[in-house]
């Protein structure tokens, strides 16, 4: 199985200031049809989760631009320009390249 | 609009049986790669079972193999999971959540999930 390593665990920001996620997998996440199918996932309190970004670095539809994602291989970082209130929760990386889908360990971002 | 609603949780003994649906609605189920996933309380998310548009695969976590049995039914537009031999581990929210195609004909995940259903296994 593919293991999703993410840090750091927590990150404290202030609003306004920028914050900056890693996700490292074990192997390669580029799939046979030449993608790599590295997601981002956002999480509030009491809320199903959301998809942010797919594929390394494409915002997912009504995905703020403040929201970028970045990466190759095995190495994957989020990056939120200036965060705002609403960004609070948790934020997950998670491969789809291959079956068993895995996700990281997730960051809990505190404001 | 396009909805997911799971449906079916509850609390059941240890070695009990649960079935969960998913009834969707503003899409045909049935066209879609569809996906269970959970999170245990307080824990991250885990998948647990994903089935294939064209009924060409399902795909099981090895936690649930043998256990849970994903199915679907065209006619009610909806995705069970039938949960057997239950653990307490299996303690979570599950969540169903449709795959979808992007502009470039890429198959991706998760552009809609339900609220959850809740299931609590007890000892």
């Known amino acids: 199985d593919i293991v999703m390593t993410q840090t750091p665990l927590s990150s404290p920001v202030t609003l306004g200031q920028p914050a900056s996620f890693s996700c490292r997998s074990s192997q390669s996440l580029v799939h046979s049809d030449g993608n790599t199918y590295l997601n981002w996932l956002h999480q509030r309190p009491g809320q199903p989760p959301r998809l942010l970004i797919y594929?390394?670095?494409n915002r997912f539809s009504g995905v703020p631009d403040r929201f970028s994602g970045s990466g190759a291989g095995t190495d994957f970082t989020l990056k939120i320009r200036r965060v705002e209130p609403e960004d609070v929760g948790v934020y997950s990386c998670?491969?789809?390249?291959?079956?068993?889908?895995?996700f990281g360990q997730g960051t809990n971002l505190e404001i | 609009e396009v909805q997911l609603v799971e449906s079916g949780g509850g609390l059941v003994k240890s070695g009990g049986s649960l079935r969960l649906s998913c009834a969707a609605s503003?899409?045909?189920?049935?066209?879609?790669?569809m996906h269970w996933l959970r999170q245990a309380p307080g824990k991250g998310l885990e998948w647990v079972s994903s089935t294939g548009s064209s009924y060409n695969y399902i795909h099981y976590a090895d936690s649930v193999k043998g256990r849970f049995i994903m199915s679907r039914d065209r006619a009610k537009n909806s995705l069970y999971l039938q949960m057997n031999s239950l653990r307490a581990e299996d303690t979570a929210v599950y969540y169903c959540a449709r795959d979808w195609v992007d502009s470039g004909d890429s198959v991706n995940f998760g552009d809609v999930w339900g609220k959850g259903t809740t299931v609590t296994v007890s000892s």
């Open positions: 503003g899409f045909t189920l049935s066209s879609s790669t």
């Open positions: 594929q390394i670095s």
């Open positions: 998670m491969q789809t390249t291959e079956f068993p889908y895995t």
